[in-house]
């Protein structure tokens, strides 16, 4: 199994910057793709952000271009989303997801992490 931890939600105002990370443990050597997904009240989950296992292909959704950034440093098993120019539509709840042995997109979501709250003021 995999687990997924989740840090660096918090509340920022409209236009400021946040850095999520997760953390990876148990069988890490199964990760393959990872990405973010966010969910806001009401509404369905969906996808955010996802990097291949070398980090070298990338996939963002169309609402996030040009101001998310994914990264992931396989060494430390984490994950990370640079958050810039957030929007009041950006507040979410943020899950990290993993998929095993899957390195291709979209990602299926294996393993998810309980999530952290993202909420920007306007």
């Known amino acids: 199994q995999v687990q997924l931890v989740e840090s660096g939600g918090g509340l920022v105002q409209a236009g400021g910057s946040l850095r999520l990370s997760c953390a990876a443990s148990?069988?890490?050597?199964?990760?393959?793709?990872m990405g973010w997904f966010r969910q806001a009240p009401g509404k369905e989950r969906e996808f955010v952000a996802a990097?291949?296992?070398?980090?070298?292909?990338?996939s963002y959704a169309d609402s996030v271009k040009g101001r998310f950034t994914i990264s992931r440093a396989n060494a430390k098993n984490t994950l990370s989303l640079q958050m810039n120019s957030l929007k009041p539509e950006d507040t979410a709840v943020y899950y990290c997801?993993?998929?095993?042995?899957?390195?291709?997109?979209?990602?299926?979501?294996?393993?998810w992490g309980q999530g952290t709250q993202v909420t920007v003021s306007s």
């Open positions: 148990g069988r890490t050597f199964s990760i393959y793709a």
């Open positions: 990097i291949s296992r070398s980090g070298g292909i990338t």
């Open positions: 997801a993993a998929d095993a042995y899957k390195d291709r997109l979209p990602m299926t979501g294996d393993y």
